[in-house]
């Protein structure tokens, strides 16, 4: 009897040890790097709004803006700061992954600093222009743009060497134009970079297709074309591609979280199943479908070898861009 009551105490220990090494988060938050508006911010509100919908977490997620070098302050604040802070989830995209891959988050922090743990979904690029721009078609911009390439302003968020630098150079080479001629402004977000286009400081924004959904719908911006494979479904289906438009020009831009690179396991694994439980629901495949995403679900270990991989990706092909020596 009394090994039996021992058995019984032994095994009551061990369920609250287990209990007390749960983790349940306290104050859940989504770290945009950027400014509010633009692809961060709405990467942010994905998770915000689809778990709170999926009811996930038992506070609501909080979303705090921390801008600073597209994305590099974040990056440096998660690894210095709060390196072990479970709470927070940073956003992050494939622009992310770029910069990363060129060293411009700081020599001593790559892609093994953090700690991928979930994706939003897809987007992708697409040119665009203010609603009163001239041009209706890709096809009429590039035609003007070949008459005198420095005569056109073009302006998004990050420097030289970053997504959307890329997507304009991108389009350039596409054009028959020399990426080199092209007058670029690097901006802090989408959010800048628009309302730089609707003040007519630049005449192209090579952006994202997602993150402009609220532009299009209040009549803000005409999208010359989408940078994607094959035409998007649903509401964007209207648009033609740069393709089929007779321009070689794609990008795809992926949209997800990452943790610090002291964050337990137990915490990891925690966001880990909350991103697989999500992506069951059909609360988050709502918001992402509001948010102008496609569906690419990922999480866990697999997200995080699946980053590194394209990262070294990108980290050669930088290289052969003569961005690396």
């Known amino acids: 009897m009394k090994t039996f009551k021992k058995s019984l105490l032994a095994l009551s220990l061990i369920g609250m040890t287990s209990m007390a090494s749960a983790y349940e988060p306290s104050k859940p938050t989504c770290i ?11 990467t942010c509100r994905v998770v915000s709004t689809g778990f709170e919908r999926a009811h996930l977490l038992n506070a609501p997620m909080a979303v705090k803006f921390m801008p600073g070098g597209v994305g590099a302050v974040a990056y440096n604040h998660i690894n210095k700061v709060n390196p072990d802070d479970g709470d927070a989830l940073v956003a992050f995209s494939s622009g992310s992954l770029l910069n990363l891959a060129q060293g411009k988050f700081g ?3 790559d892609e093994n ?3 991928w ?5 897809v987007d992708y690029g697409a040119i665009m222009v203010s609603s009163d721009a001239p041009w209706q078609t890709l096809g009429e911009l590039v035609e003007d743009m070949r008459k ?10 990050g420097g030289v060497g970053s997504q959307d630098w890329m997507k304009a150079a991108i389009l350039m080479k596409a054009s028959g134009i020399d990426p080199k001629k092209m007058r ?4 802090e977000g989408g959010g800048e970079a628009v309302a730089a286009l609707m003040g007519g400081h630049i005449k192209v924004y090579p952006g994202d297709i997602g993150e402009m959904k609220g532009q299009l719908d209040a009549g803000k911006v005409r999208v010359l074309a989408v940078m994607s494979p ?3 479904e649903g509401e964007f289906a209207s648009i033609p591609t740069a393709h089929e438009q007779g321009y070689n020009a794609e990008w795809t831009i992926m949209r997800g979280y990452y943790l610090g690179p002291k964050v337990s396991d137990e915490a990891y694994q925690y966001w880990s199943n909350k991103f697989a ?33 394209r990262v070294q990706d990108m980290r050669e092909l930088a290289k052969a861009a003569g961005l690396l020596k």
Do not use: C, I, N, W
């Open 32 to 42: 945009a790097p950027a400014k509010p508006g633009g692809g961060f911010d709405l």
């Open 107 to 109: 020599k001593d922090l």
């Open 113 to 115: 600093d953090a700690r």
């Open 117 to 121: 743990v979930g994706t939003a979904g």
């Open 148 to 157: 005198d390439p420095s005569a056109f302003v073009l302006g998004a968020g």
């Open 184 to 187: 670029y402004v690097a901006y």
């Open 230 to 232: 094959e035409r998007l």
């Open 277 to 309: 439980e999500a992506y069951k629901t059909e609360g988050f495949k709502q918001t992402v479908a509001e948010k102008g995403l496609m569906p690419f679900y990922m999480h866990g270990e697999a997200l995080d070898e699946y980053v590194k991989v």
